[in-house]
């Protein structure tokens, strides 16, 4: 992972120690909550239902084992003994005390971490492939390039109060791990067919109330034009963003409204405008982040492990496991380990102090001192040998995080809901954990096979309903809850939105409903068609059918 430097270490100091004074001023009254609360925004601190929230960035999803101990330390101590991972690759903990926030921000900056812009009008935490560095799939380490954006645009002058807040995603696969079509920006790293290393640009994607798959502005930019031509799309953005009204602020009304073409011919003429030699980054400094990358030192390992495949014959459970959620690496003899935090009857991407602590003990002994987050809530260990996998599905089994269903019915991303957010209207965690515990069975969970849930407490949309193979938001209907469904969508890289199914129903009857679901995709789809592409082919009247008909 990135090593930080001396520079980079004085800014977080420094950041930290500003933000113990500006809380010292709230505290004593000397300024109001309205002056405060952009000042806390932009340190990544909440005002929540029931405490403050506080949002730990996670750049690019990268953490070491050290990282990992104190944010389970900060969770033992400072909170109550748990956090969230969420679909920005950040740590939540919700029940944070003011006074205490300085405290944590300089335990985090003693460890390279921070609560810099996870909330604001700004750029907010870069997001990148979960297995960047261990995936044979990429053509390039996408962490390199999310941290040039993100070293580009940490209180960049002009970037920093922004129309409205902004994402990135960056990734280097053909399979998409990030949900880039449906970001601020999205850069997808591709060859061109004179070996020429580009990012096709999109740009204009977005959930929420009027969720966008975002168009790609330009098909092949020259990475070494990568800080020049964000400059130029976050000026048109600055320029004519609005200002006036919060829910049209987003770059994907501008550039609906605009036209893909035009906004593109905006953003083209802006570059031309611009230094470009002096506003990109130099090879030099292209080098040093590159070279501040720590090296690893994998083995030379046969492609088959005996022991693995031993074990594996004498354990089911650790043959399910591995179907599930041990994924191919680049090198010979390593596996990718992705680490469910989708527990059956547990709050999606929830995970304890101790699990915290655990994760970290096997990267530090297992992963070469390497763990992710996933946007869709989960952990990885990116570099596990082989034969060392029976080792670590036995620990963590003994800490309830060897749940086999990555990719299946029940590892559902759910956004905090009404539980926590002030700005939800329903809950969304008993929803997942009623349809988890519904879909318990293994068995069945890999007969239906990849099935992506996501479901959001308000049109917000942090739960990433908008582009779930089946999508839930939860609504208020005269102070009563009620969740609507839709079908059909996708934020990898066939991304698409998903469209309602039909009128919304009682948080009592969606379980039901998801069964009904299932059971009319089983008895239509061909072969081992997913549920998505069976959605794609037979349309929403079969299911729609079978839903309200069996309401009635």
């Not at 300085?102 to 907010?124: F, K």
């Not at 199914?501 to 789809?525: F, K």
Request: proline share 5%; aromatic share 8%; with cysteine.
């Amino acid at each position: 992972m990135y090593r930080y430097d001396a520079i980079d270490k004085e800014f977080l100091a420094d950041r930290a120690a500003e933000f113990r004074g500006q809380v010292a001023r709230r505290l004593s009254g000397e300024i109001t909550e309205d002056q405060f609360k952009p000042l806390r925004l932009m340190n990544g601190l909440y005002l929540q239902l029931h405490a403050y929230m506080l949002r730990i960035a996670i750049p690019y999803g990268s953490l070491d084992s050290r990282q990992m101990r104190r944010m389970a330390h900060i969770a033992r101590v400072y909170d109550k003994g748990y956090g969230h991972f969420t679909t920005r690759q950040n740590l939540q903990l919700h029940w944070i005390k003011l006074g205490q926030v300085p405290d944590i921000l300089d335990l985090l900056a003693e460890v390279d971490l921070h609560a810099i812009q996870t909330s604001g009008n700004c750029i907010r935490n870069v997001t990148a492939d979960p297995y960047a560095g261990a995936t044979a799939e990429e053509i390039d380490d996408p962490r390199v390039w999310s941290e040039v954006i993100r070293q580009w645009s940490t209180v960049h002058p002009e970037f920093s109060y922004l129309p409205r807040k902004f994402k990135f995603a960056v990734t280097a696969a053909a399979k998409d791990r990030t949900a880039a079509r449906v970001h601020d920006i999205g850069l997808v790293l591709r060859r061109a067919r004179d070996g020429s290393l580009g990012f096709e640009v999109i740009v204009g994607g977005g959930q929420g109330r009027t969720p966008y798959v975002g168009p790609t502005i330009r098909e092949h930019l020259p990475v070494d034009s990568l800080l020049s031509y964000l400059q130029a799309i976050l000026r048109v953005y600055n320029r004519h963003g609005r200002r006036d009204n919060k829910y049209k602020a987003r770059i994907k009304i501008l550039v609906a409204s605009l036209g893909a073409a035009e906004f593109a011919r905006q953003v083209e003429e802006e570059w031309g405008r611009i230094d470009s030699p002096q506003a990109d980054l130099p090879d030099t400094e292209l080098a040093r982040i590159r070279g501040a990358f720590t090296p690893l030192a994998f083995e030379a390992l046969p492609a088959r492990s005996d022991a693995f495949e031993s074990a594996k014959a004498a354990s089911p459970s650790l043959a399910r496991f591995a179907r599930n959620n041990v994924k191919p690496h680049k090198k010979s003899g390593y596996g990718i380990v992705e680490i469910s935090l989708k527990a059956h009857g547990a709050t999606p991407g929830d995970a304890s102090a101790d699990q915290m602590d655990l994760v970290a003990d096997l990267a530090e002994r297992y992963s070469l001192d390497d763990i992710r987050v996933t946007h869709e809530q989960n952990l990885v260990l990116p570099h596990v040998k082989l034969d060392d996998l029976p080792a670590v599905h036995a620990a963590l089994a003994e800490a309830g995080l060897a749940t086999p269903n990555i990719g299946l019915i029940s590892d559902i991303i759910a956004c905090p809901g009404l539980d926590y957010c002030a700005l939800a209207n329903a809950r969304a965690i008993p929803i997942a954990q009623a349809i988890a515990q519904r879909f318990e069975d293994a068995d069945r969970a890999e007969l239906i096979g990849e099935l992506k849930i996501k479901i959001s407490g308000c049109i917000n949309a942090c739960g990433h309903h908008h582009v779930g193979n089946i999508g839930i938001l939860g609504v208020d209907k005269k102070g009563e809850e009620f969740y609507q469904l839709s079908l059909g969508g996708s934020g990898q890289e066939d991304a698409s939105l998903a469209q309602i199914l039909g009128p919304g129903m009682s948080a009592e009857r969606v379980p039901d409903a998801i069964e009904t679901l299932v059971d009319t995709y089983l008895s239509v789809r061909q072969g081992e068609e997913r549920f998505l592409d069976t959605v794609r082919r037979v349309g929403m009247a079969p299911f729609k059918e079978a839903v309200y008909a069996d309401a009635h």
